[in-house]
Nanobody, 122 residues
Framework: QVHVVESGGGSVQAGGSLRLSCAAS????????MGWFRQAPGKEREFVAA????????YYADFVKGRFTISRDNAKNTVYLQMNSLKPEDTAVYYC???????????????WGQGTQVTVSS
């Protein structure tokens, strides 16, 4: 069982940056793939980024490549999402998730946080 809690959301102007953090419980954090998804009002949840348990491989949605960076610190049981060059269309609730498989598919992740709101104004 893994419990994840996101933090770091907020409001920022277009072009600005935010760093989201996701703290996870459990002594086997490094065995879990971690992912970030987001959901904007009226839209379906979509994949943003994922990272393998070791942190050696990362995957990104095309719309965030070059702007967002996912990383993890297994000693701190924490995964991060550094978001730069933010755009109004990045406005959404961002969710952290953990699973056994590193994938872009939400249905393969087992544990989800409550989400953190990111609002980007133009």
């Amino acid at each position: 069982q893994v419990h994840v809690v996101e933090s770091g959301g907020g409001s920022v102007q277009a072009g600005g940056s935010l760093r989201l953090s996701c703290a996870a419980s459990g002594r086997t954090f490094s065995t879990y793939a971690m992912g970030w998804f987001r959901q904007a009002p009226g839209k379906e949840r979509e994949f943003v980024a994922a990272i393998t348990g070791s942190g050696g491989t990362m995957y990104y949605a095309d719309f965030v490549k070059g702007r967002f960076t996912i990383s993890r610190d297994n000693a701190k049981n924490t995964v991060y999402l550094q978001m730069n060059s933010l755009k109004p269309e990045d406005t959404a609730v961002y969710y952290c998730t953990a699973g056994q498989v590193t994938t872009t598919q939400a249905e393969y992740y087992n544990y989800w946080g409550q989400g953190t709101q990111v609002t980007v104004s133009s």
